[in-house]
């Protein structure tokens, strides 16, 4: 597996997947949520992209864009913002000293430009990607759970992709599809924890995957809600397919039947038939997360007006707490917590 990752042609799209030893279903909520906000930071610094990802209960696939641009030209200024982003800002404050004890001791230019290519080096690469995605997230899970040992079945299994319509899109549709074929639901945009779902449900970094998606195969201009009316197309259409079906690696033993799951079928007519878009209701059932997760659900002045009455139990920095749920029309409704900031613990982070 090594050597096929070392394959690559200009920018280059891979689908990698990974499992935990024995399959074990280590994955809750709260360990998907720390595993995608790990993911994205792992994203900022590296300048690979995540097209697409879904995580599952005992594995997770993800569809990686891996610019072929020489990291070298990374200003400074940018490596400093990527460290900032994957280590937090005392990581940044340590490499600035070393920068400029470097610049007043005079050190040779070679000396100086080695503090921030040891970074540059590990930038716009899979490699360095997967292994921080997967060795960060065994560090916390085994430092909460008290583990030690493996936790990973493998390194990880990767496949390059082509970057044209059928093979790229079709990837895409395999990886949300995902908790449709492990029966968990009867569409992708009900499990948050892929990229259709999070996307849908108002994610701006899962649609900026989806949107690069498009602007790689030659639609720059794409806009998120033409652009999700396609995508839902094209991936609960690739959603069909219940029945009975042969598997010989199923768990039960060679050549067991079993059903094979799917979007039923009315479903998949009554999209196909639509224009991808979704109802009102559905918008808000995919924002579900800000009605179990939000303190307070209300109008902008409601939401204010708690936070005016409460103000003594919020950071002495915190202005408003006011954000509107994303994809509601109008005015809409508000919740008094951002849930791009993660509502889990950050201990052992």
């Not at 279903?25 to 998907?32: A, S």
């Not at 913002?81 to 050190?107: N, P």
């Not at 949300?176 to 569409?187: H, K, Q, S, V, Y």
């Not at 920095?317 to 509502?343: C, F, N, T, W, Y």
């Given at each position: 597996m090594?050597?096929?990752?070392k394959?690559?042609q200009g920018d280059?799209?891979?689908?990698c997947?990974?499992?935990v030893v024995?399959?074990?279903?280590?994955?809750?909520?709260?360990?998907?949520e720390?595993?995608?906000?790990?993911?994205r930071?792992?994203?900022?610094f590296?300048?690979?992209?995540?097209?697409?990802?879904c995580?599952?209960s005992?594995?997770?696939h993800?569809?990686?864009?891996v610019p072929?641009a020489d990291?070298?030209?990374?200003?400074d200024?940018?490596v400093?913002d990527r460290?900032e982003a994957?280590y937090?800002k005392r990581r940044?404050?340590?490499?600035?000293d070393v920068?400029?004890r470097?610049?007043?001791?005079e050190?040779?230019?070679?000396a100086k430009?080695?503090i921030?290519d040891?970074y540059?080096?590990?930038?716009n690469?899979?490699s360095?990607?997967?292994?921080?995605?997967k060795?960060?997230f065994?560090?916390?899970?085994?430092?909460r759970?008290k583990?030690?040992?493996t936790?990973?079945e493998?390194r990880?299994k990767?496949v390059i992709?082509?970057?044209?319509n059928e093979?790229?899109?079709t990837?895409?549709a395999?990886?949300e599809?995902n908790?449709i074929?492990?029966?968990?639901?009867?569409d992708p945009?009900?499990?948050r924890w892929?990229?259709?779902?999070?996307?849908?449900?108002?994610?701006?970094?899962?649609?900026a995957?989806?949107?690069?998606i498009?602007?790689?195969?030659g639609?720059?201009?794409?806009?998120w809600?033409g652009?999700s009316?396609?995508?839902?197309?094209?991936v609960?259409g690739a959603?069909?397919g219940r029945?009975?079906?042969?598997?010989?690696s199923?768990?039960?033993?060679p050549?067991?039947?079993?059903?094979?799951?799917?979007i039923p079928q009315?479903r998949?007519?009554a999209?196909l038939a639509g224009?991808?878009?979704l109802?009102l209701?559905?918008?808000?059932?995919?924002?579900?997360?800000?009605?179990?997760?939000g303190?307070?659900?209300g109008t902008k002045a409601?939401v204010e007006?708690?936070f005016?009455?409460?103000?003594?139990?919020f950071?002495k920095r915190r202005?408003?707490?006011?954000?509107?749920?994303?994809g509601m029309?109008?005015e809409?409704?508000?919740?008094?917590?951002?849930?791009r900031?993660?509502?889990?613990?950050?201990a052992?982070?």
């Amino acid at each position: 597996m090594a050597e096929r990752r070392k394959l690559k042609q200009g920018d280059s799209i891979y689908h990698c997947m990974s499992r935990v030893v024995d399959r074990r279903f280590i994955f809750g909520d709260e360990e998907k949520e720390w595993f995608v906000r790990n993911m994205r930071k792992i994203e900022q610094f590296t300048g690979c992209e995540v097209l697409a990802y879904c995580v599952m209960s005992n594995h997770f696939h993800v569809l990686v864009h891996v610019p072929d641009a020489d990291t070298h030209y990374i200003s400074d200024a940018e490596v400093l913002d990527r460290i900032e982003a994957m280590y937090g800002k005392r990581r940044r404050r340590e490499v600035e000293d070393v920068l400029s004890r470097a610049r007043e001791q005079e050190w040779s230019a070679k000396a100086k430009a080695a503090i921030l290519d040891q970074y540059r080096n590990r930038m716009n690469n899979l490699s360095t990607f997967m292994q921080g995605l997967k060795q960060r997230f065994s560090h916390w899970y085994n430092r909460r759970k008290k583990r030690k040992g493996t936790l990973w079945e493998e390194r990880y299994k990767s496949v390059i992709v082509q970057g044209i319509n059928e093979p790229l899109l079709t990837m895409a549709a395999y990886i949300e599809l995902n908790p449709i074929r492990a029966g968990i639901c009867d569409d992708p945009k009900e499990y948050r924890w892929c990229s259709f779902g999070a996307a849908f449900g108002g994610c701006k970094s899962a649609r900026a995957g989806i949107l690069r998606i498009f602007e790689l195969l030659g639609f720059p201009e794409g806009t998120w809600r033409g652009v999700s009316r396609r995508y839902r197309r094209m991936v609960v259409g690739a959603g069909g397919g219940r029945g009975v079906a042969e598997d010989s690696s199923s768990v039960s033993g060679p050549n067991v039947k079993h059903i094979k799951r799917g979007i039923p079928q009315e479903r998949i007519d009554a999209v196909l038939a639509g224009d991808g878009s979704l109802a009102l209701e559905e918008l808000v059932r995919c924002r579900v997360r800000y009605f179990s997760d939000g303190m307070v659900i209300g109008t902008k002045a409601f939401v204010e007006e708690f936070f005016d009455s409460n103000r003594k139990w919020f950071g002495k920095r915190r202005r408003s707490v006011s954000r509107k749920l994303p994809g509601m029309q109008g005015e809409g409704l508000h919740s008094a917590r951002d849930l791009r900031i993660s509502p889990i613990s950050a201990a052992g982070d």
